[in-house]
Each structure stands twice: as C-alpha cells, then as structure tokens.
C-alpha cells in the first residue's frame, strides 16, 4: 500500500531569503517551526491557455500550463516565548513576513509594529520569504513570499492567529523530516484580559478580531518559469471588532459615539508572567456602525473599528503587538 502524509506530523516555518531577494531559503533544524497546520496547507493559482484552433472533429489540442503562484496557509494560537521577555515568540518571523517590523528592547519586550520598508536591517521585514511545510513524505513551499494575517479571540479560548503566505510557485519535493525546534508555551486564554477602549473599561467582552490587511499583489516576470518572482505588499487596511454587552444609551451610546467620529485608544492584554503576557494595542482607532446582535439571549453590540492615525504620527504607531 502507498504510503501517505501523515498532517499531524507536519512542520511550518518561515525564513527570510539571504541569499538574495526572490530566492529560495532551505530551513535548517534550528529554526523556529509553527505547530499548527491548516489543511489543505498548500493551494496554487494558476491556469492553463487553451489551444482552440478549428477542428473538423471538434477535438482540442493539448492545452499549455500558464502562470503560477502560490499560497501556503498557516494558523497558531498566540502565546509568548515562554522565556526571557526580549525572545520573540515563534509566530515572529511570520509577523515580519506579514510587514511588521520587530524590536527587541532589552529584557523588557519584543514589539511589533507595521512598516513599509522591506530590508531586513535593524529588525525591518526582510527583503522577500521563504515559507515551507515540512512534512514526512514531501515539502511544500512558495519563495519571494509575503504573507498576512488575523487574529481572533473568543470567550475562554485562547488567542489564534492565521492568515496565508502568498509567493512564487516552488514544486514540491521529497524530503525527510527535519528537527524542529518549537516553544514549550502554553497560550493563555482569553481570560482575565484587561480591556480598555476610550479610556474606559467595556461591559461584557465576548469576543475580539484584528485583520492586518495587508494587499497583495504577484511580480510578473517572463524570465522566471513559473511567469512571477514573487510577491509584494502594495497596501494595508487595518481592521477589527470588539464584540461588548449591549448598555443604555444613557450609559454608553455606541451609535452616537460612532457619529461623533472621534478617535479612541484600545488595547488588550493577555497571560501574565514573564514570556506570557501579549498587549495588542491601536491608540487612534476609528469606530464604524454598530451591529446590534445577541447571545444566550443578552443583547450584545460588535463594535467594527478602522484602525487609523493622523498626518503628524510617526510610521508604526498605529498599531503595536507587544510580547513580554
């Protein structure tokens, strides 16, 4: 009998391409793997041209592979390092593949915030990525990769992140399996978070999203067989929605506080302890409408937000994810 892939036995990692941008970087044993995998993990997006010649027997002649990208998807709870505050946590290289550029302060965090500068020095996102699956009987990978991403929390579970890493088609390949090395975190659930949106403690938080946004677009290049080099991020659009118990307006008027238009600080924090503690914080969110909804029978309002800045913010204050 054939043998066959075995998913829970599956490695994913992310590795910026030092060879040179749009080249494809073999993980080694020491890097940081993901544990978790979506299934499927790997799609590509491609098509092929179809020869539609005029034929007395309405045959079709054989068609021509055009094109090709790829996605490789990848899901993790969010949780820290687990040890000393300033090492980043295992999701980190996917944070900088994702356009986020990573600062280490001294053993006090490692942040994350969004960039538009694509180098690799001083922290920044690398020049392109390299994302692979590593697997017991082949590997899956797609090179001059960029990725993005979201988070979700929801009552009592812990944080997840997940999102797609989109670049050049690479074929996948036999191999064996390689040494991951991964974390030994337990991630915290979303509770005993602290909570603060306006300068105020909501009522009845259930649940939080956060999209990163990130457009992406495929670099068209004929001399390359698979017709792209790679992937780029073009654009970034910042969302989310915090999920609260619905109150009177008397008490708190979401829709007139959405009409008002004004900009408001929001942040989140989870876990505790050194290496365990994630603070997702927007200081300028925008609210958009009010969706009125309910749960068990409890009014509840999800509160949809943009998040924004003014002209004079510096790049990267927007938005920060902070792990300590």
């Known amino acids: 009998m054939a043998q066959t892939q075995e998913i829970l036995q599956d490695a994913q990692v992310a590795v910026i391409e030092e060879t040179g941008q749009d080249a494809y970087e073999a993980p080694d044993a020491g890097a940081v793997f993901l544990a978790d995998i979506n299934d499927p993990p790997f799609t590509v997006d491609s098509s092929n041209f179809e020869r539609l010649e005029n034929r007395s027997d309405f045959m079709r002649g054989r068609?021509?592979?055009?094109?090709?990208?790829?996605?490789i998807q990848f899901v993790a709870k969010l949780k820290g390092s687990g040890g000393a505050a300033d090492l980043p946590p295992e999701i980190g290289e996917f944070l900088k593949a994702c356009g986020l550029l990573q600062t280490i302060n001294g053993a006090t965090s490692v942040v994350y915030t969004?960039?538009?500068?694509?180098?690799?020095?001083?922290?920044?996102?690398?020049i392109s990525?390299?994302?692979?699956?590593?697997?017991?009987?082949?590997?899956?990978?797609?090179?001059?990769?960029?990725?993005?991403?979201?988070?979700?929390?929801e009552h009592g579970v812990p944080l997840s992140i997940s999102g797609s890493m989109m670049g050049a088609y690479v074929a996948p390949s036999s191999s064996s399996m390689l040494t991951p090395t991964y974390q030994n975190t337990i991630p915290p659930a979303f509770l005993?978070?602290?909570?603060?949106?306006?300068?105020?403690?909501?009522?009845?938080v259930s649940a939080f999203a956060l999209d990163i946004g990130n457009e992406r677009a495929m670099g068209k290049d004929v001399t390359e067989a698979t017709g792209f080099y790679g992937a780029r991020i073009t654009s970034r659009r910042i969302t989310g929605s915090i999920t609260v118990e619905q109150l009177d307006p008397a008490t708190t008027d979401f829709f007139a506080l959405w009409r008002a238009g004004a900009a408001a600080a929001l942040t989140i924090t989870v876990g505790s302890g050194t290496g365990g503690t994630i603070a997702i914080s927007a200081?300028?969110?925008t609210?958009?409408?009010p969706e009125a909804g309910s749960d068990?029978?409890?009014?509840?309002?999800?509160l949809p937000f943009a998040v924004t800045s003014d002209n004079a913010d510096a790049e990267g204050t927007d938005l920060s994810l902070t792990f300590s």
């Open 114 to 126: 969004p960039a538009s500068t694509f180098d690799g020095a001083g922290g920044n996102p690398g």
């Open 287 to 289: 609210r958009r409408p």
């Open 296 to 302: 068990e029978g409890i009014r509840t309002v999800a």
């Open 129 to 153: 990525y390299t994302c692979q699956v590593n697997g017991v009987r082949s590997d899956y990978a797609v090179k001059g990769a960029f990725g993005s991403f979201s988070i979700e929390g």
């Open 192 to 204: 005993g978070a602290t909570v603060s949106l306006g300068g105020g403690t909501p009522v009845g």
């Open 63 to 71: 068609e021509v592979p055009g094109p090709v990208s790829a996605e």
């Open 283 to 285: 200081p300028k969110i």
